[in-house]
């Protein structure tokens, strides 16, 4: 057996506010409610934004856990278009909406909920509540420490906490949910249940069609004092074709602005009466959506903030390659430069577009002068700790190579002696003691040569 809806929806700017932030729309598909907040007619755009880009889920061909799919992903994209308009207008920063949605496949209900306004199921007499408040007060109720006669009536019943703003942490809740003919269904923003107890929303959804229900729970909040925007959509869930409702009806701010209107709208005029179960007075001083959004206050001139946070960024980039540069030119090596021995000042690093070592002091020292050790040693470069280190190096590498240079002169023959003509007596061989071993020297730590004498064999290439 396949259902469908017969519905109505009816949005009122209320008796104190002169803009209507909320938007709804109600088609044989989907019904949808947006509460817009932000100062600067943001809010209104919010809430119209949301519903035009979710609203095109209201079409057929969508059912079970797709509807799960299609809802996520239209939120996203809703929360897209918020990131877009507050690009477009910084003014606009800190503007949000709610989003309640009820997707219809003929068969079940998907879910849609971010933030405070409601939807309620009335089966078999019974009132439920489907979605769940995102809002401070209701986190004190879920935690026990208050209850929820006391949640009715308390100062800070419209502080929200999750709502759709344009962050990449906007996620809906995403449910489910049976239906069968009978049900009623009803969607509305926090100006009717902040004012008018579950016990007169249940009575007024007890009896007559969707359209006398919508005025029936307006005029029920008016009467209360409701000093906020208030939004209904009710829906009954039939077996034959619905007697009303079959074309889609948007109203609120979506409508009005979609008509080219600005959102904005004299205040209802009041209804004879007295006040209904949550009060809500006459004349408040302060206006309740200046607190229901204080955690959120509106963001001016975010591309200042943006070239701040990139000046720090760029600060911190140059401070830290500045003080490298600087590290390496407190470093000392020794090295070839040509065919001679210098000290260098700086790292032997390439990096592209910069030098990070240059010739310090150029030695008079040629490198084939030196031992094979310390050639290849000087060649592989020589790490010092500082200058006076480094000019240490060079003065080893100097003896060493004076070593070898001693070394590699000619011996003088001796002058021969006439030969006697008696034979000399014989004198036994003197001992000639052992000539001590030679031993090549080893880098120190920081590879400077050791003092220690230099091994013949590593002077044989020099020239």
Known sequence: MTLSLDY??????????????????AGPHLLLLADGMGGAAAGEVASAAAVQVIRKLDKPGISGE??????????????????????????????GSTVTALMFDGQQLGLAHLGDSRAYRMRDGLLYQLSHDHTFVQSLVDEGRISREEAFTHPHRNLILRV?????????????????????LMLCS???????????????????????????????????????????????????????????QLVGAAAELGQGGTGRGEPTVAVPGGHGHGGGGHGAALD????????????????????????????LVVGGGWFAYAWTQSQYYVGT?????????????????????????????????????????????IQADDLPGARTIVSELQRAAAECAAQAKPTPKPTPTP?????????PPASVPPKPPTTTPTPSPTGTPTNGPVNPDDCDGVR
């Open 8 to 25: 109505a929806a009816l949005s009122d700017v209320g008796r104190v506010r002169r803009n209507n932030e909320d938007s709804a729309y």
């Open 66 to 95: 797709d509807m799960m799919e299609a809802l996520a992903g239209a939120v996203h994209r809703a929360n897209e278009r918020l990131s877009e308009l507050v690009e477009e207008d910084p003014e606009r920063e800190g503007m």
């Open 164 to 184: 759709l703003d344009g962050r990449p942490d906007s996620d809906p809740d995403l449910e489910i949910l049976d239906v069968r003919a009978g049900d009623r």
């Open 190 to 248: 926090d100006g009717l249940p902040d004012y008018v107890s579950d016990e007169v929303i249940a009575a007024s959804m007890a009896d007559g069609t969707p359209d006398s229900v919508v005025v029936e729970l307006i005029t029920h909040a008016l009467e209360a004092g409701s000093n906020d925007n208030v939004t209904c959509v009710v829906a009954d869930v039939v077996e034959t074709q619905p007697t009303s409702g079959n074309d889609p």
């Open 288 to 315: 309740p959506e200046e607190l229901r959004y204080a955690p959120r206050p509106p963001k001016r001139f975010p591309w200042l903030r943006r070239i701040a946070v990139l000046i720090v960024i760029l600060a």
């Open 337 to 381: 430069d040509g065919d001679y021995v210098a000290i260098f000042k700086g790292v032997d690093e390439d990096i592209p577009g910069l030098t990070l070592s240059k010739v310090y002091e150029k030695q008079e020292l040629q490198v084939d002068k030196l031992p094979t050790y310390s050639r290849e040693q000087v060649e592989s470069n």
């Open 419 to 427: 030969r006697p003509s008696t034979p000399p007596a014989t004198v």
